[in-house]
């Protein structure tokens, strides 16, 4: 009797312990999975698995859901069903789909791990970056029976190194001095590239504070521009003009919806924006120099990524905008010193011109005393009046050309390119030159070849450059005592793309180290000299896009050259 009962007792018992550690182990896998989709969806890699000959997905984990935007049709992780092969084409995103397709082709047919990359594009219009890793499971005829992998979500990765190289090339195009709006432009289009829909603006404030002006947003629909153009700052006005108003940022997630759009909400709404953040663009003393925007085309909360890139933009547009209005001063006070030095060249000019204006004056009386005598003959010579006529109509002309010339040097204005004829230019600075160097007995010779193209540059600003160059010429040779007085100044082709205008001199040259200094501001050979006339002249040159130097002479004194750029191709 007793072992009937006790193989009753004991068979209970191994069931029990059975279910206790099926139990544990299904715990415990649920654990590991549960670890696994943590893991996964912390790094935003998912796993997958395809046949390759039926085309079907044969596991999908929780995160390859995730990422491609559908909802696991299982009640749960264990009995998650994938979605087909053709509805996860229709997410990779509709310029990537043919390379995807060829990229898996390729690596069916090479039968060895590979990798790919592609985007995808949601319904709602969520644009991500994937990094694919993929493993081929051969059967036992060495055919590939099975492709599994990971896809790991690289979107921010992504855009950060995007922005990343975005911020370089703004800061380059900051260093080399390009337009201001073409800086702003860039920096907009990168911000542009962050996010599909997205659309950047800059606006400048204007100097009474009052306005803001549209500075840059390449993707803004230009009708909007226009109407918003100027925009008046204010407690109500919109993100933008809201924001420059209280010198802060104004976060406005639906335009239809806010009472800072009122007035604006219809128009803004008819060209497709929704949604606009924008933020003051300050000055490191805290001044408001504009203001950076983010418009969407929905109602949009603006997420800790579009935050970080409106301070980064608006940091950049700081930058640029700062640079350019530093550029701006310096380029007027760069003005201001060349009208100096040319009133400082006319000055010591002036008997010279003086005594130039007088011989053309003194034969316009000449010929005039002439003419009323031929007039008044009987019978009168009318073949001789008008001769004289003709020669008191050139000398007034010679005049009045003199006067111009000093007028113009005069003058304060903006640089105005156009095509220069160098070999002209040189021939109208010689008469402004020659008494000056009459009075200390230089020679001045030309050598100017013709048929040498134009070159795009400000007449006026050319003219004094080489002015400077041969009063400084005339001057290196006014003290000697003996020797050749020589001042030489040709022109000469240098290459295909250069023209080069020399000025040569027998002066006494260079003193050792006297080169290396000679363009620095505030440096000068001359005891009355301001220092200012080369560093001004190599402004000038640099601004044309040219280069100016000396080398001394082999025998004696030393020749100025500056190269300027062939402007039309064009030959005069």
């Given at each position: ?16 312990r059975?279910?206790?550690?099926l ?7 649920q ?17 997958w ?23 696991p ?10 979605i ?21 082709e ?38 590939v ?32 001095g ?54 008046a ?96 001063s ?68 010679r ?11 005069l ?127 190599r ?34």
């Open positions: 009797m007793s072992g009937p009962n006790t193989t009753r007792e004991v068979v209970p018992e191994r069931e029990s059975g279910v206790t550690e139990k544990t182990s299904v715990e415990a896998l654990r590991i999975r549960s670890y696994l989709d943590d893991g996964q969806r912390l790094t935003k890699t998912g796993s698995a395809w046949n390759p000959k039926t085309r079907e997905n044969l596991f999908w984990s929780l995160e390859i859901f995730r990422i491609f935007g559908f909802t049709a299982g009640d749960s992780p264990e009995f998650l069903f994938p087909s092969f053709w509805q996860t084409i229709e997410r990779v995103h509709p310029d990537d789909r043919i390379a995807f397709q060829a990229r898996l390729q690596g069916l047919r090479e039968k060895k791990d590979f990798e790919r990359d592609f985007r995808v594009l949601l319904p709602d219009g969520t644009l991500k970056y994937i990094h694919s890793f993929v493993h081929p499971v051969f059967d036992s005829a060495g055919e029976c099975e492709l599994i992998g990971t896809a790991m979500d690289v979107t921010e990765r992504k855009l950060a190194d995007s922005l990343l190289t975005a911020e370089k090339r703004v800061l380059e195009l900051i260093a080399r390009s337009p201001l709006a073409a800086v702003l432009n860039q920096l907009c289009s990168a911000a542009d590239e962050q996010a599909p829909g997205l659309i950047s603006t800059i606006l400048l404030m204007d100097k009474d504070e009052r306005r803001l002006w549209p500075a840059a947003g390449p993707h803004m629909p230009a009708a909007w521009t226009e109407l918003i153009t100027p925009l700052i204010g407690p109500n006005a919109g993100s933008c003009g809201t924001a420059a108003y209280r010198r802060e940022p104004v976060i406005v997630t639906d335009i239809a919806a806010d009472p800072l759009w009122r007035g604006y909400a219809d128009a803004a709404e008819s060209h497709g924006l929704r949604a606009c953040w924008s933020t003051p663009i300050r000055s490191t003393a805290g001044k408001v120099l504009g203001t950076f925007a983010l418009y969407y085309g929905k109602p949009h909360r603006p997420e800790p990524r579009d935050l970080q890139l409106i301070d980064r933009a608006t940091h950049l547009a700081q930058i640029a905008i700062e640079r350019d209005r530093t550029q701006e310096l380029r007027e006070t760069q003005l201001n010193l060349a009208r100096v030095a040319r009133i400082t060249t006319v000055g010591e000019l002036t008997a010279a011109i003086a005594h130039e204006v007088n011989q053309p004056l003194a034969a316009i009386e000449t010929n005039a005393d002439a003419c009323l005598r031929w007039l008044g003959a009987d019978p009168p010579d009318l073949k001789e009046a008008r001769l004289a006529a003709s020669w008191i109509a050139e000398d007034a002309e005049t009045a050309a003199i006067i111009r010339h000093v007028r113009d040097l003058r304060k204005e903006q640089a105005v390119f156009a095509a220069v004829d160098l070999n002209g230019l040189v021939r109208e600075v010689l008469p402004l030159v020659q008494p000056e160097a009459a009075k200390h007995g230089v020679s001045l010779q030309t050598d100017l070849p013709p048929g040498l193209p134009v070159i795009a540059g400000d007449k006026i600003e050319l003219e004094q450059v080489v002015l400077n160059l041969v009063l400084n010429a005339i001057d290196a040779i006014a003290g000697l005592e003996s020797g050749p007085r020589v001042v030489r100044i040709r022109t000469e082709r240098a290459g295909p793309e250069e023209i080069v205008v020399a000025v040569s001199d027998t002066g006494a040259g260079l003193a050792e180290g006297e080169k290396e200094r000679l363009f620095k501001a505030f440096y000068t050979t001359k005891p009355n000299g301001l220092g200012m006339g080369l560093s001004i002249s402004t000038i040159i640099e601004s044309h896009g040219g280069r100016i130097w000396v080398e001394p002479n082999r025998e004696r004194g030393v020749t100025f050259r500056f190269a300027l750029p062939v402007g039309s191709g064009e030959t005069l």
